[in-house]
C-alpha cells in the first residue's frame, strides 16, 4: 500500500569532511510512495539503517555532483539494493559530465548485479523526468564540477467542498465522476460542475539546492517552493571562502528563500569548522532575511513538507521523539 508521507529524512549534514556529529550528506525525501535519494555521502547505508528505512524505499536516486562527499555512498546503496532485491526500477539521476564517474561508482566492487537502476543523467539547462506524483526537474548550479539541483513538482488539483457537494445533492460515486469529468448530471437533469463544488489546490513543491554559488538556476529551483533544502557551508564572515569554492553562506540562503517565497527552509551541508553550539548563528544569519520557519538540520531529524492548509505545523522530528521545532 502506498505510504501518503510527505517529509525528508535526513542521514547526513555535513560538508566535506565528517564529524563526531554530522555524517556525510545523505537526504531521503518520502512523498506518497515515491523515495528521492539525494547525494548519498559515505555512510548513507548505514544512516538509512537508523533512519528506519531500507533499500525498498528508494525510487530515485538523484547526484549533484560527483564530489566524495556528494556521492561516494553510491556503491554501498547500489549493493544493498541488490541484495535486498528491491523489484521496482530505481531511476538515477546525475550530471552526464560525470558517467565516467557514475559508472565507477555504479560498479566499484565485485557483487551480485540488479538490473533495476535506470541511469537518467542530465545535460542542458533544463531537465525534466516523469516521477511518480510528481515532475523532477534538474538545472545546472555555480560549483568548480558540473552541479544540478533538482525541483520535485505535483501537479495543481482542485479541493473539493463538502457543504457544496451536499447542497446541490451530489454524493458518493457521483463525486468521483465530477471529478475525473469535470461535470455530473443529476436524476433530474441538472448539471453540476466541478467549479461550482471546489476550489483550486496548487500542487506541493520542493527543492533541493547543493554546492553553489548564488546563480539563476538556484532561484529558478527554490521559486514558490513549500519545502527548500539548501547547502549552507559557511557563515558570512567567509563569505570570500564560500564564493571561491563555490558555497553558499546562511545569509545567502535566507535571502534565496525570502526573494523565492520559500515556505520553509532547511539548513545542512555545514562546514567541520563549525559547531553544534554554532548552529544558532546559521538561523541568526539566514533569519536576517527570511522571516519564516528556519531548520538547521541535524542527522536523523524528519522534516514534513508544510501542509497546504497552514503553515504553522511545525512538525520536525527526532527519531522516537514527539514532534518538536528547531
Request: aromatic share 6%; proline share 6%.
Amino acid at each position: 500500500m502506498t505510504r501518503m508521507t510527505r517529509e525528508l529524512v535526513v542521514l547526513g549534514t555535513a560538508s566535506a569532511v565528517p564529524t563526531r556529529h554530522r555524517n556525510h550528506n545523505g537526504y531521503l525525501l518520502l512523498w506518497d510512495g515515491q523515495g528521492f535519494l539525494f547525494d548519498p555521502g559515505e555512510g548513507t547505508q548505514r544512516q538509512m539503517t537508523m533512519a528506519g528505512m531500507s533499500a525498498h524505499d528508494v525510487t530515485w536516486i538523484c547526484v549533484t555532483h560527483f564530489h566524495g562527499d556528494h556521492c561516494l555512498g553510491v556503491p554501498g546503496v547500489v549493493q544493498r539494493i541488490a541484495r535486498d532485491k528491491v523489484a521496482h526500477a530505481v531511476q538515477a539521476a546525475y550530471p552526464a559530465s560525470g558517467e565516467e564517474f557514475w559508472e565507477r561508482l555504479r560498479h566499484a566492487t565485485a557483487f551480485a548485479d540488479t538490473s533495476v537502476i535506470i541511469p537518467r543523467p542530465a545535460s542542458g539547462e533544463v531537465v525534466r523526468w516523469p516521477a511518480g506524483p510528481v515532475t523532477l526537474t534538474a538545472r545546472p548550479l555555480s560549483h568548480p564540477v558540473e552541479s544540478y539541483g533538482y525541483r520535485l513538482d505535483e501537479p495543481d488539483g482542485r479541493r473539493m467542498l463538502p457543504e457544496e457537494l451536499a447542497r446541490r445533492g451530489v454524493h458518493g460515486p457521483m463525486i468521483g465522476e465530477l471529478q475525473r469529468q469535470g461535470s455530473v448530471t443529476l436524476a433530474d437533469g441538472t448539471a453540476v460542475r466541478l467549479e461550482e463544488c471546489s476550489v483550486p489546490r496548487p500542487g506541493q513543491s520542493a527543492a533541493f539546492v547543493m554546492d553553489t554559488r548564488l546563480c539563476d538556476g538556484v532561484f529558478a529551483l527554490a521559486e514558490g517552493v513549500d519545502l527548500l533544502v539548501i547547502e549552507s557551508t559557511f557563515l558570512s564572515d567567509e563569505a570570500a571562502l564560500a564564493q571561491e569554492y563555490g558555497h553558499l553562506t546562511a545569509a545567502q540562503a535566507g535571502q534565496v528563500a525570502r526573494d523565492c517565497g520559500v515556505r520553509r527552509l532547511v539548513l545542512t551541508h555545514f562546514s567541520e569548522r563549525y559547531s553544534f553550539a554554532d548552529e544558532p548563528r546559521f538561523v541568526e544569519e539566514a533569519a536576517k532575511a527570511f522571516d519564516s520557519e528556519i531548520v538547521a538540520a541535524r542527522d536523523l531529524i524528519r522534516v514534513p513538507v508544510p501542509r497546504r492548509s497552514t503553515l504553522s505545523d511545525t512538525e520536525i522530528a527526532k527519531p522516537g521523539n514527539a514532534a518538536s521545532t528547531c
